[in-house]
């Protein structure tokens, strides 16, 4: 790699710390503990994308890819080892009954408004609560499912043992597992992209990414105005597109309620995202040091 594509590399990914590195340090977290998790991925990266065809990694190799010592490649795998944390948060199974509820024909009545369906399993109705949990979520309780969907809002009992669902989409509160399992991977998946457009070998063989703003800047006064029209206008585009998906036909393992094999199966979706730059973040690491008398001291 030249050194003027590795130094455009590098400011480029200054950039995009920022906001990592400020949700860190609001919550606490040191350099040094980032800079094992970071390790931690450089290994897994190594190993995972950067093999040679026929021949197995080693710790040896990974120390050479990376620019860690052969000592700390086998810490980290050594912690991987023993790594036996296998709990995930509720974000995408409660994600995922939200969607059948407001998707799924059996849970929608007249103009395609979701129903209001009974918790307990009625045997002269398919169409409750519990059914919609073992559809979409798995092996969650449903009476864990509705304990979080009523406690963020989402859900509510309109009768004893009537329930009617608010909103389509799942929006953990802050500080919670769900809320930064969230931030992790809408930061990847908007990455990815970002990675794969860099590496098409072909115009128009890239996956779609675009962006709208007034090079000049909005009036103060007018953001509120914005902000209301942006969220109108794409929560209607996404629920359109969500509508869109739950047509199709659903891949093979999931009608026989099988867990779905990576080869026969492509987890896709689209993101969209408002943004509003800080004021700070325009100014150089130079002069931000310089407001604070730091270099002088």
């Not at 197995?56 to 086998?74: D, Q």
Request: glycine share 6%; charged share 30%; net charge neutral.
């Amino acid at each position: 790699m030249s050194k003027s594509v590795k130094s455009g590399l590098l400011s480029a990914f200054r950039v995009l710390l920022r906001p990592l590195v400020r949700i860190l340090l609001r919550h606490g977290v040191s350099y040094a503990e980032f800079a094992e998790i970071v390790k931690a991925v450089y290994v897994e990266i190594a190993v995972t994308d950067f093999k040679v065809e026929g021949k197995r990694g080693t710790k040896s190799r990974i120390a050479v890819i990376t620019g860690l010592t052969r000592k700390e490649v086998s810490r980290v795998v050594e912690s991987a080892a023993l790594d036996t944390d296998d709990s995930k948060s509720n974000l995408n199974r409660v994600a995922r009954v939200l969607a059948g509820w407001h998707t799924d024909p059996d849970f929608l009545g007249p103009y395609g408004m979701p129903l209001e369906i009974r918790y307990e399993v009625d045997a002269l109705n398919a169409t409750n609560f519990s059914t919609l949990v073992r559809r979409y979520s798995g092996d969650m309780s449903p009476r864990s499912m509705l304990d979080e969907l009523m406690r963020v809002g989402a859900v509510v009992e309109t009768e004893p043992g009537w329930l009617k669902v608010l909103r389509r989409v799942y929006e953990p509160q802050a500080l919670e597992m769900d809320s930064f399992e969230r931030v992790g991977e809408v930061v990847k998946n908007f990455v990815d992209t970002v990675d794969f457009n860099l590496q098409k070998k072909k115009k128009g063989a890239g996956r779609f990414e675009r962006i709208v703003y007034s090079p000049e800047g909005l009036r103060n006064e007018d953001v509120p105005k914005f902000r209301a029209y942006v969220n109108e206008r794409c929560q209607a585009l996404l629920e359109e597109i969500d509508n869109w998906i739950a047509r199709l036909d659903l891949p093979e393992e999931q009608v026989k309620r099988e867990r779905p094999k990576s080869e026969n199966v492509t987890h896709t979706g689209i993101g969209i995202y408002h943004y509003i730059e800080r004021r700070d973040d325009k100014d150089t690491f130079k002069s931000k040091l310089e407001s604070e008398g730091l270099l002088k001291e």
